[in-house]
């Protein structure tokens, strides 16, 4: 019965929370939809009210110096987004996110309400969107979502030492939106990779900002996923959004740093490893990369996919292009029956390989790594330690593939956002 009467209660004040951030919205467009002469007078009648408040002086027939109306406006603007940004801040809070997601909640909501602000005021007589007001506006919701940020880092400090809490409330295999994830520490995922490169048959998969996405329309994917022997967060959104919710991941575990890691181990404890990805040479190159760095490492083989090797092209009618190229491919693998099997050729491509042709190929464990195998090639580098612990290593993988990587990051994986809001009740 209290669980139902809090249930209740917090339902409540959810739907309250969003009445005084509606009206500012309101507020903000009726201020915007007013002609430009209009808007002007209301401006004037404001700065002279606050002129004759600041220096006692009352301007001359109601004028004040221009630079002084100028800076009121852009005062008002600032204002106004700030008690944007302040009750956005309170809407994010009372549906449980902290940190930094409530942070990038209250940008994106400002920036995005502030642009279309500015938009709206092109088709209203005698204005115009403006640039600077766009820019004052957002650096007032940054100003306001920063205090957030801050305060609530501060109070959450002395909660979590009061109460103990801040580390992962579980180890094991927990919810996280439509998926299960391995919530476990890096040293224990590669002891388990390096358990089932024993024996059996296994497959891993690495959780991004991108398989997320891809997951909630592609129901062959979320499948794959479903029967996964371990399933590790690739990516600091992941870790921002369990620790927004009050319930925080062990560490990040990449598949660029899984593979690595785990030549490390095959080389000491002498399991083989097959690497299958890649542009033509790309295998090859990081094999001899790999040998050279950890000595006794028993590469298997390799083998790079042709051009066109792409098994999602077909999907509709399960018919599989290129076919023959598929065959060379398990063909390769199962005359090196290596324990460990690498597989790069980039989400979901990759996974769908293994669980189509799992049956067919002589392995223990396979890993979907991406584009680990470019990185142990040396064709691309790695960013610095620093920018991947900060959650900024895609921003760097932009540069160095911008063409192809634009849409991916500043489009599709934004709207991890959006489903991190929709699953928020799953994952606290």
Sequence with gaps: MKDEIKKKTSKTGRLIAWIPFAAVIILVFVFSSQPGARSKATSMLISSKVYLLSTGDSASNGRVPEIFDYWTRVVLHMFEYAA?????GIVVSVNGFRGKLRFLYMFFAGAFIAFADEFFQIFVYDRYGDIGDFTADCVSVIMMAAVFYICGGWLDKKRKKKDGTGKSKQEGRRPFMNFVIDDISFDTAIDRIMEMAGEGKHYIVTPNADHIVKLQKDEQFLKIYEKADLVTADGMPLLWIADSLGNPLTEKISGADIMPAVCERAAKEKKSVFLLGGREGVADKAAANLKKKYKGLIIAGTYAPPMGFDEELCEEDE????????EKA?????KASPDILVVCMG????EKFIARHMDEMNFHVALPVGAAID???GEYKRAPLWMRNAGLEWFYRFFQEPGRLFKRYFIDDMKIFILAWKYKDVMR
């Design 375 to 377: 990185f142990a090639a």
């Design 347 to 350: 989400a979901p491509k990759q």
């Design 330 to 334: 398990v063909r390769a693998v199962n």
């Design 84 to 88: 944007l940004s302040f009750f956005t």
């Design 319 to 326: 018919v599989e292009p290129e076919e023959s190229d598929v």
